[in-house]
């Protein structure tokens, strides 16, 4: 079965839109690394591929201190997630064929390489709710950006999730990793009031 993570920049209080825009403050070494992808397969939603292929191949092709990072993203299978019949100038490219969540639910279960995310933010919502998403990489930026996209909308239910891992950055980052889990007990102030401290005068 393959692992799905999705990788995410957030401000701190939230906002996942347009990160170019406050991120690479930020970028350094220890980010490069943990955001480094070996995924067999890039799984987007449109509006990231588009970004995406409208920079990566040019910047291949440029021959620069890029390059191999491009190269590394031409070479990935790449699936596109969108309700328009698409065309594509990008090698390895495809579009996901059928309803998102049986299409990933049949790709998770083939044996190979993991899935891989980054941006996309509609389908890193779609698959958390049908508990399709192994990780949430998530880097915390020391920045509240006060307007945007927030990675989660409003709603009724909640999202439990449980903290894998975390790392904090010299640049005040952090990078936090979780899974969904299964929901938390009710549990008001008398279950709580015993961890109160003691000898508070």
Known sequence: ????????FISLDGVVESPEKWHFPYYNDEMAAAIANSAEILLFGRKTYDAFAGAWPEREAAGGADAGFARMFGDA????VSKQ???????????????????????????????SMSGSVSIVRQLLDAHLLDELHLF???IA???GMRLFEEAEDSIPLRLLSSKAFETGV???????TAPTEETGYEDVKAHLPQDVA
């Open 1 to 8: 079965m393959r692992k799905i993570t999705a990788g995410l």
């Open 77 to 80: 299978r790449k699936i596109v």
């Open 85 to 115: 019949d698409l065309e594509f100038t990008w090698r390895n490219s495809e579009q996901l064929r059928g309803e998102l969540v049986d299409a990933v639910t049949a790709l998770r279960e083939e044996p190979g390489g993991d899935v």
């Open 140 to 142: 915390v930026h020391p």
């Open 145 to 147: 950006v006060r307007s």
């Open 174 to 180: 952090l990078h936090l990793v979780y899974a969904r």
